[in-house]
């Protein structure tokens, strides 16, 4: 007797969850169960119990042979710290992947607050050697604050992309602005010129205007559609309705207009939010470098 097929098990598709997309975010943090975090903690309280423990007369400071070796560890460091730009264009898998590479610039970055201020010897002044230790603190800072945005804002930008028929793309919400607008260049041709004139308004401003701090803030008060509806709806309240009045259509127009636009300038200031650290980052660690590299040429031209 011939067999009968076995009908296929159903599959089972899990629903991605926030702290699983979460994970997909952060997962440099937890490369290999917390690895260079516990490798950089290690070096820190290294750092720490020696600071103790060797004895530097008449105090610790930079100027001494304990002092010398914390800034050569510390510079040697920061100068590995900063390939990470060039090692991201060279992807590899393995024990040394671009993860494995950022978990350990993350990590031993930190680390440097413990050895760049154990190297001065809690000595400092206007000079500078206290400029390069602070140009550093500014680098880990604004790294640190790299870190909780690609931790947090990430789900905020899917979120914000999210719809009933999938997620919607920057382009795909530009077209439906220049939907809309076309829409509303054709419905809002039996209004009389005043109101025309709003509709018109709402049509020749430039979704993407607005200064940095604007799409920083998602703060855009001269919004011309927001301003449109409003005075719109003004002018209605003191006019009779009709049966078919063509501002019902104009009026829903300018709503899913308004509606488009908010979600645009929410996913604007989100990727501005997650790019506007490396104006700080960046630029800092080259001045660092700088500092770094007169800190060091001043201590062994006057040693």
């Given at each position: 007797m011939a067999s009968q097929a076995q009908p296929a098990a159903p599959v089972v598709r899990k629903k991605?969850?926030?702290?699983?997309?979460?994970?997909?975010?952060?997962?440099?943090?937890?490369?290999?169960?917390?690895?260079?975090?516990?490798?950089?903690?290690?070096l820190s309280i290294t750092c720490?119990?020696?600071?103790?423990?060797?004895?530097?007369?008449?105090?610790h400071n930079g100027g001494s042979w304990y002092g010398y070796t914390l800034g050569t560890v510390g510079a040697l460091l920061i100068l590995w710290l900063t390939c990470l730009g060039l090692r991201k264009r060279a992807i590899t898998p393995g024990g040394w992947s671009l993860k494995a590479w950022t978990s350990a610039h993350v990590y031993l970055g930190l680390s440097l607050i413990v050895i760049g201020t154990l190297h001065t010897g809690f000595q400092l002044g206007w000079n500078v050697h206290t400029l390069a230790w602070s140009l550093m603190?500014?680098?880990?800072?604004?790294?640190i604050v790299g870190i909780y945005f690609y931790a947090t804002l990430p789900d905020n930008l899917s979120n914000n992309r999210a719809d009933n028929d999938g997620a919607v793309t920057e382009r795909m919400m530009i077209e439906q602005l220049r939907s809309l607008d076309r829409q509303l260049h054709d419905a809002a041709q039996p209004l009389?010129?005043?109101?025309?004139?709003l509709v018109q308004a709402s049509l020749e401003q430039d979704p993407f205007d607005g200064n940095f701090f604007q799409r920083?803030?998602?703060?855009?008060?001269?919004?011309?559609?927001?301003?449109a509806i409003a005075e719109l709806r003004r002018m209605r309240a003191y006019q009779p309705r009709m049966g078919d009045d063509p501002l019902d259509k104009v009026d829903g127009l300018l709503q899913r207009k308004e509606s488009t636009l908010a979600r645009l300038r929410k996913h604007l200031q989100i990727k501005s939010m997650l790019q506007v650290w490396l104006f700080v980052h960046v630029p800092m660690t080259f001045a660092l470098l700088a500092a770094l590299s007169a800190h060091i040429f001043s201590v062994f031209f006057y040693w």
């Open positions: 991605t969850t926030g702290r699983q997309r979460n994970s997909m975010h952060d997962g440099f943090l937890r490369h290999r169960n917390f690895r260079w975090m516990k490798i950089a903690t290690v720490l119990v020696s600071y103790f423990l060797v004895d530097v007369q008449p105090r603190m500014i680098v880990i800072i604004s790294g009389d010129p005043a109101q025309a004139a920083i803030g998602n703060s855009y008060g001269g919004c011309e559609t927001r301003a």
